[in-house]
């Protein structure tokens, strides 16, 4: 049996054979304002649940904005980042001159400069890989990248960091907003993923995933977050 | 000739001196390193302490953060910025929609061919920084990137002006690397060592049009304050008690120097260190060997992180042991640096085959171990060829 790490989504996993394969990548995707984000507070608030580690790299809201949204859902990350078990990578503040002080797990980056933003992500890697193989991954989300930079150059930087990630030992997910870049694009970005799932608001749409390709399922936010119905 | 120092450690040494004026030197690095450092370096040290003049043409970070980092290594960046000493060509600004600072700005990169040429003729004799080469290629193509390359290094030769080439070479097609290589006279090539995550850093001169160069692989670390340093690798000689440590690190060290005593143990044993120093096919390492006895894991630590690959020594004959290595090699977070897992004592009848002790140690599949018999010296180029082609797959 392929090992799997929950996603946390209250259904989701049942359907999916108990959750992401191991030491995968998957894409998020979908139009704006249709849960991928709060996908992601789920997933990270299923790392505390099961114990695990987990890089957060964030592009648009900075961590304390990730504590006081995830508090409306009762999950609280402020023991699991002390403890630091959480990895943040705040690529949000980092073009305006942060003033917060970056530590072993606590980076920050800006989003024109692909460069720093690797060699900070290994930096990290290299501090979490001292504690474990295995660690969750998110990266919320490559729109924000893609328009900061060349998108072309872009799809060579997730390239570079799903290597990296996966060579660590990580299973993660990676957001994007439909139809931000051009087709050929999200094709390339497609490819750089092993799975691949789309949320239209009201389907789920597993697109992608060894075992179970093409499996969907009505979901609804609540206050608990996604749950399948 | 006139060299210009980099006053990046080293490097002036292998350069035979630093770069001549006129000419393009590459930084070419893998994804992963802060290769603008080295840029940054050689012109805050140069308008220090040459009094130069320079700019830097940047499209990844603006000059807001550039006079960030500079302060960080401890750079001054004001004073010259204020006499007009340096300035900014700013390619950034301007798609990040904030206000543009320096004395060129580009919002449009096809306008970067001339300006980065105006740019160039206002600094005769001195140094340009142009960070990032990739964020060119994938915004006007390889092709007018190159030919925007050839147009500024031919006016920089002319101007007797030292252009510094930044590239971080994520999947570029290698015919393309190829050609761009071509376009300068020197290039460093920055890479990683790695054992799943990359955990230390090289740069080596692979090209240079006006010395002999020997390939040396430098390995250094970014510090704050300071900038590149370099530091002497080091390889760990370890194992449970009695493998043979000792006797391995004077196999492989030339002038190898034990620090011991005649210890209440049975056997002679190593109560300090074996030190040695290992000059092998264009690579040079200090060597410590750590003791195998419990009371002395502390020394662990300290000497793994220093570490870039390390040694464990096992004696194939002592499967009860071996549950000792595997404690020792989590220890040293060996692990995460490469390791070749010495099978030694195989000249004695009993010893396990190298697939044997794999499975007795549950060890991944990718470790290698090699069979050794440092009392027959079978086996010990073996051991140090596997490991330096860890150390250098890149």
Same mark, same amino acid.
């Given at each position: 049996m392929i090992q799997s790490t929950r996603s946390g989504i209250a259904g989701l996993d049942e359907l999916i054979g108990g959750g992401f394969p191991n030491n995968t990548i998957t894409l998020v995707y979908g139009p704006p304002k249709t849960g991928k984000s709060i996908f992601c507070y789920q997933f990270l608030h299923q790392a505390i649940t099961d114990d695990e580690y987990c890089l957060y790299i964030m592009t648009d809201y900075n961590l304390p904005q990730l504590e006081e949204t995830m508090m409306y859902f009762k999950w609280f990350i402020h023991d699991y980042f002390t403890k630091k078990q959480l990895y943040v990578m705040d690529i949000a503040s980092g073009s305006i001159g942060s003033v917060q002080k970056e530590t072993a797990s606590f980076k920050i980056s800006s989003p024109q400069n692909p460069t720093e933003i690797i060699s900070e992500i290994i930096e990290e890697l290299q501090s979490i890989f001292q504690k474990t193989h295995t660690f969750r991954s998110i990266l919320d989300s490559a729109t924000t990248l893609f328009a900061y930079n060349s998108p072309i150059l872009m799809i060579r930087v997730l390239k570079s960091y799903t290597m990296r990630i996966k060579l660590a030992g990580s299973t993660g997910i990676i957001t994007y907003t439909e139809g931000v870049v051009d087709s050929q694009i999200e094709t390339m970005l497609k490819a750089t993923v092993d799975n691949i799932v789309h949320m239209d608001g009201k389907k789920i749409t597993v697109e992608a995933m060894m075992g179970c390709d093409h499996i969907s399922a009505n979901y609804k936010i609540t206050d608990e977050g996604i749950i399948i119905i | 000739m006139d060299m210009k120092k980099t006053y990046i450690p080293r490097l002036d040494d292998i350069l035979k001196g630093g770069t001549p004026p006129g000419t393009s030197v590459l930084f070419n690095a893998i994804p992963?390193?802060?290769? @603008?450092i080295f840029g940054y370096q050689i012109i805050a040290q140069r308008i220090r302490n040459n009094k130069e003049i320079g700019f830097i043409y940047t499209n990844t970070r603006t000059p807001a953060e550039i006079s960030r980092v500079f302060d960080k290594y401890g750079w001054d960046i004001m004073t010259p910025l204020q006499s007009g000493q340096l300035f900014f060509v700013d390619s950034i600004s301007p798609m990040m929609g904030v206000p543009p600072i320096g004395k060129y700005c580009i919002d449009?990169? *096809?306008?970067s061919k001339d300006t980065v040429l105006c740019a160039i003729n206002d600094i005769a004799g001195g140094t340009a920084v142009i960070e990032n080469v990739a964020t060119l290629i994938d915004s006007i193509g390889a092709n007018n990137t190159m030919e925007l390359i050839k147009t500024w290094n031919e006016a920089a030769n002319k101007h007797d002006v030292n252009m510094i080439y930044i590239f971080t070479?994520? @999947?570029?097609?290698d015919r393309m690397i190829e050609q761009l290589i071509d376009l300068f006279n020197c290039e460093i090539e920055l890479f990683g060592i790695e054992e799943r995550v990359m955990y230390r850093q090289v740069y080596v001169v692979v090209k240079s049009s006006w010395s002999t160069i020997s390939r040396t692989k430098t390995f250094f670390e970014l510090v704050m304050p300071g900038g590149v340093k370099v530091f002497i690798p080091k390889l760990l000689v370890t194992g449970p008690y009695n493998a043979g440590k000792t006797a391995f690190v004077h196999a492989i060290s030339q002038d190898a120097v034990s620090v011991e005593r005649q210890a209440y143990e049975l056997f002679p044993t190593t109560v300090g260190l074996d030190i040695g120093h290992v000059d092998y096919k264009g690579f040079s390492a200090d060597i410590f060997g750590t003791p195998g006895q419990e009371r002395f894991d502390l020394l662990l630590e300290p000497l793994a992180r220093e570490a870039i690959g390390a040694f464990i020594v096992i @004696?194939?004959?002592?499967? *009860?042991t071996f549950a000792r290595a595997k404690e020792m090699i989590n220890m040293c977070r060996a692990e995460v640096i490469p390791k070749i897992i010495v099978a030694n004592k195989q000249d004695l009848s009993g010893a396990m085959r190298p697939e044997e002790i794999k499975k007795r140690m549950a060890l991944w599949e990718d470790v290698h171990i090699v069979p050794v018999s440092v009392k027959k010296n079978k086996g010990i180029n073996q051991t140090l060829n596997a490991l330096f082609d860890l150390i250098y797959r890149v």
């Open positions: - | 992963g390193m802060l290769c @603008d449009d990169f *096809n306008k070479r994520w @999947d570029y097609e @004696d194939s004959t002592q499967p *009860n």
